[in-house]
């Protein structure tokens, strides 16, 4: 059974009122997870391209890339769940594991399985939640997010109607 049903979040999901692309975080990070996080997308069947500006490289150790000068290019790291859905991780923080996801891309209970199954293997991966906000939302407003508690995905908040 799926963790969340399309018709009860498909509110949160819409771009125009959410922002297209919403924060998705893991808080209270060490090197230690991001390179759990590296770890996982390595041994997954997810595709994966990690670069730094427009160099495309191999995946670097977390602690390679987290130590990086604060003046160069940003790193990121695009990860596909599957093909047509695209996460960006940008290595901005070893405190917090950020990323981003494109609602255009997750309409549909299908499409919405995948985001759940992805929230979930990187929240059971590190035994912490991935909490998804609006885009630029505030922590204090959570959307949805994998709970490794009760081990599944969560809407944390109230559908919008229109």
Request: no cysteine; aromatic share 0%.
């Given at each position: 059974m799926a963790d969340l049903l399309w018709d009860d979040v498909k509110s949160v999901f819409d771009p125009d009122l959410m922002g297209s692309l919403p924060d998705v975080v893991v808080p209270e990070t060490s090197v230690e997870d991001w390179q759990a996080v590296l770890d996982l997308v390595g041994v997954s069947d997810w595709m994966c391209e990690y670069s730094e500006g427009?160099?495309?490289l191999p995946v670097p150790r977390a602690?390679?890339?987290l130590s990086r000068p604060a003046d160069v290019e940003c790193a990121?790291?695009?990860v596909w769940p599957t093909a047509?859905?695209?996460a960006i991780f940008r290595f901005y923080s070893v405190k917090e594991i950020d990323f981003?996801?494109?609602?255009r891309e997750l309409q549909g209970q299908e499409r919405l399985d995948v985001l759940c199954g992805f929230l979930a293997a990187i929240g059971r991966r590190l035994g912490k939640p991935v909490v998804m906000y609006c885009e630029g939302g505030h922590p204090s407003h959570p959307v949805l997010g994998f709970d490794a508690e009760s081990d599944q995905?969560?809407?944390l908040a109230k559908p919008l109607v229109r």
């Open positions: 427009e160099t495309v602690e390679a890339v990121e790291l695009q047509d859905v695209l981003d996801v494109d609602l995905v969560d809407l």
